[in-house]
């Protein structure tokens, strides 16, 4: 926020006269004046601390000091300070496109930086240099697949997250595609249901690991299936757990996307996020968005380009790899940063901690008489649990105790009512886990006794 713009009178009235007004009020006359009283009727000036306290005085009214144990996709992670003081530079602010490389090497070697970060990550050989968020990489990413395979029809498994199927619904409505959804069982993807829908026609099988349940899986007996028949492997991820669990590289996946947010974006009332999308060499020619390259100048110092831009901006509409062109490029330097700040090794300790802190939530929860938690699969810092009444109504309850409890499911899936997804991060504390059980507890005890 900027408290003070220096416009002097002779400021305002030089930029009146160059845009062709005389007054202010003159910028507003299609506004019709039943409207203005409720608009303009401002009060009395006030000083810059008056109206930065009116402010924070509002905004407490939308802002609770709640816990978070939700997650379902974006999480509240810790992002260290130095994260924002390095992105706060003029440097990177200034950069969106960088056209000419010749002015913008800082910027290209940045998300030349992030794209190997990106591949490190997931174990792949090519990514993109960002995309939009997770949910519309994973439409990019099936799009590739229809582009390499020149099939229709896709299989999604159901523990992808349902936010996303909302994405590529919308996305894919007007389009002659055809799409089909495996069951979950016992939080695991179903092999016999997805083994029967693999065939010849099918560009691609979606899946997402850890799912939306919070379920880990290895699923290289799938990609080994799907090869067989000729079909692409998209693989949905949540960077974080990757300092623990097996990488898609390692199962022979063909493309990966994922939400950075968790890569040290905060949560930001829901934006901006940040989109990745890696994927094997041989496929570089197929993948959307924007690509950064390194090569040498006519003097042999190294340096970066854009290259291979197949998008709609730089060829032939029909032909572009992508007509979703914004990748949020800050953002992209910004989780550049977070991983860079931690390493290797940070990610592995910083996936261990979620990991301890959900298995230490586990099991303080299962001692709270009706809460069953589902451990039929492994998890990492998110898992469900079985409640003896609605879960919507244990997060309504929460709320004015402090807590965002976590995500109801019966939302989005028929049968569900009772189900909930909980999110457990760094951030948690031994303490607030166990006055979010207390909390948890009354709450059950309470609306079990009206019943």
């Given at each position: 926020m900027i408290p003070y713009i220096p416009n002097?009178?002779?400021?305002?009235?030089?930029?009146?006269?160059?845009?062709?007004?005389?007054?202010?009020?003159?910028?507003?006359?299609?506004?019709?004046?039943?409207?203005?009283?409720?608009?303009?009727?401002?009060?009395?000036?006030?000083?810059?601390?008056?109206?930065?306290?009116?402010?924070?005085?509002?905004?407490?009214?939308?802002?609770?000091?709640?816990?978070?144990?939700?997650?379902?996709?974006?999480?509240?992670?810790?992002?260290?300070?130095?994260?924002?003081?390095?992105?706060?530079?003029?440097?990177?602010?200034?950069?969106?496109?960088?056209?000419?490389?010749?002015?913008?090497?800082?910027?290209?070697?940045?998300?030349?930086?992030?794209?190997?970060?990106?591949?490190?990550?997931?174990?792949?050989?090519?990514?993109?240099?960002?995309?939009?968020?997770?949910?519309?990489?994973?439409?990019?990413?099936?799009?590739?697949?229809?582009?390499?395979?020149?099939?229709?029809?896709?299989?999604?498994?159901?523990?992808?997250?349902?936010?996303?199927?909302?994405?590529?619904?919308?996305?894919?409505?007007?389009?002659?595609?055809?799409?089909?959804?495996?069951?979950?069982?016992?939080?695991?993807?179903?092999?016999?249901?997805?083994?029967?829908?693999?065939d010849k026609d099918t560009a691609a099988i979606i899946l997402q690991n850890p799912n939306f349940f919070g379920a880990i899986d290895d699923f290289t007996d799938i990609v080994e299936e799907a090869h067989a028949q000729g079909v692409l492997v998209i693989e949905s991820?949540?960077?974080?757990?990757?300092?623990?669990?097996?990488?898609?590289?390692?199962?022979?996946?063909?493309?990966?996307?994922?939400?950075?947010?968790?890569?040290?974006?905060?949560?930001?009332?829901?934006?901006?996020?940040?989109?990745?999308?890696?994927?094997?060499?041989?496929y570089i020619r197929k993948l959307p968005g924007r690509i950064v390259g390194e090569t040498v100048d006519k003097n042999g110092q190294r340096c970066f380009v854009n290259t291979l831009q197949a998008r709609e901006q730089h060829i032939r509409r029909e032909k572009a790899t992508s007509n979703i062109c914004t990748n949020v490029s800050l953002c992209a330097v910004q989780s550049l940063i977070y991983m860079s700040l931690l390493g290797r090794e940070g990610l592995k300790e910083l996936a261990q901690t979620n990991l301890n802190k959900a298995e230490f939530m586990k099991q303080t929860l299962e001692k709270i008489d009706g809460v069953q938690v589902k451990r039929s699969s492994p998890s990492f810092n998110e898992f469900t649990v079985c409640l003896p009444i609605d879960a919507s109504i244990v997060v309504e309850k929460m709320i004015p105790m402090g807590f965002a409890a976590g995500f109801p499911l019966g939302r989005y899936y028929e049968g569900m009512d009772n189900y909930m997804i909980i999110a457990v991060t760094e951030k948690r504390t031994k303490d607030e886990i166990l006055e979010y059980a207390e909390a948890l507890r009354n709450v059950l005890a309470s609306e079990l006794a009206k019943t």
């Open positions: 002097t009178e002779v400021d305002v009235q030089e930029m009146l006269k160059a845009i062709g007004v005389k007054s202010i009020d003159d910028l507003f006359i299609d506004i019709k004046p039943q409207h203005k009283p409720k608009s303009f009727n401002l009060p009395e000036s006030k000083s810059e601390f008056e109206v930065l306290e009116y402010i924070k005085e509002l905004a407490a009214k939308n802002v609770q000091d709640l816990k978070y144990f939700i997650g379902g996709g974006y999480y509240d992670h810790y992002v260290p300070s130095a994260v924002s003081a390095l992105i706060s530079r003029g440097e990177f602010y200034t950069a969106y496109t960088p056209y000419q490389p010749e002015c913008s090497q800082g910027t290209l070697q940045a998300l030349y930086e992030f794209q190997s970060s990106i591949c490190t990550l997931t174990g792949m050989e090519a990514a993109n240099a960002s995309l939009y968020d997770g949910g519309t990489a994973l439409f990019e990413a099936i799009m590739m697949a229809i582009r390499i395979t020149k099939r229709k029809k896709i299989v999604m498994d159901g523990g992808v997250s349902p936010i996303y199927r909302k994405i590529i619904d919308t996305y894919t409505s007007n389009l002659d595609y055809e799409f089909c959804e495996t069951p979950v069982e016992h939080g695991h993807s179903s092999r016999s249901e997805i083994k029967k829908l693999l991820v949540y960077p974080i757990s990757l300092g623990l669990i097996k990488p898609p590289g390692e199962m022979d996946v063909d493309i990966v996307t994922g939400e950075g947010q968790s890569l040290g974006l905060s949560l930001n009332f829901g934006g901006p996020y940040l989109g990745f999308m890696a994927t094997k060499k041989k």
